[in-house]
Antibody, heavy 124, light 113 residues
């Protein structure tokens, strides 16, 4: 049974960089069968896709983040990571990692497994 | 970007009654080459991550009770809970995976009347 687990600081100061890692167990990122995503949910609000990465390092981002997001993968550790720079209070949210089946270059299935999520608060 | 619009924002249904949630996309989600609608439904209980219920607009995920069903094609989709149970209290989201950026509906909160 695949499991995803987010980790990282729960508090980030404004203008700094938010850094999170998702550790995947029960399956290999290197299999090439999935895209690996970050999704966030502002308190009491809906879901916003941040971006995803393929095991090869190919990435796709939501333009709404205005190029502040960077997703990377470490296949040796079976992890992928998110960095979001120049954060403000508007970046306070629960951040989820999730996987979606690979169906071709920039073609994918739905999010079939999610992590439990981690709350990141941006505050001084 | 494909905009996903859900209705209603919330609904209260008696136990055992039917709940119907609508989702409309701003663009066609039917991919002609494989005749699949790139639309999924998720359930999010309080304090939990979303859980996939339905994919390809009408395919029920493994282990999802058969009281949940999805229908629709193109730009108009529906999630139906045929007989509401107490454990179905949650927020439900539709999501398109047809094109990036991937987008979600605003959510529909289902409560017990």
């Amino acid at each position: 049974q695949v499991q995803l687990q987010e980790s990282g600081p729960g508090l980030v100061q404004p203008s700094q960089t938010l850094s999170l890692t998702c550790t995947v167990s029960g399956g290999s990122i290197s299999s090439g069968d999935y895209y690996w995503s970050w999704i966030r949910q502002h308190p009491g609000k809906g879901l916003e896709w941040i971006g995803y990465i393929y095991y090869s390092g190919s990435t796709y981002y939501n333009p709404s983040l205005k190029s502040r997001a960077t997703i990377s993968v470490d296949t040796s550790k079976n992890q992928f990571s998110l960095k979001l720079n120049t954060v403000t209070a508007a970046d306070t949210a629960v951040y989820y990692c999730a996987r979606a089946p690979f169906r071709g270059t920039n073609s994918r299935g739905p999010f079939d497994y999610w992590g439990q999520g981690t709350l990141v608060t941006v505050s001084s | 970007d494909i905009v996903m619009t859900q209705s209603p924002d919330s609904l209260a249904v008696s136990l055992g009654e039917r709940a119907t949630i609508n989702c409309k996309s701003s663009q066609n989600l039917l991919y002609s080459s494989n005749n699949n609608n790139y639309l999924a439904w998720y359930q999010q209980r309080p304090g939990q991550p979303p859980k996939m219920l339905i994919y390809w607009a009408s395919a029920r995920d493994s282990g999802v009770p058969d009281r949940f069903s999805g229908s629709g094609s193109g730009t108009d989709f529906t999630l139906t809970i045929s007989s509401l149970q107490a454990e179905d209290v949650a927020v439900y989201y539709c999501q398109q995976y047809y094109s990036t950026p991937l987008t979600f509906g605003g959510g529909t909160k289902v409560e017990i009347k």
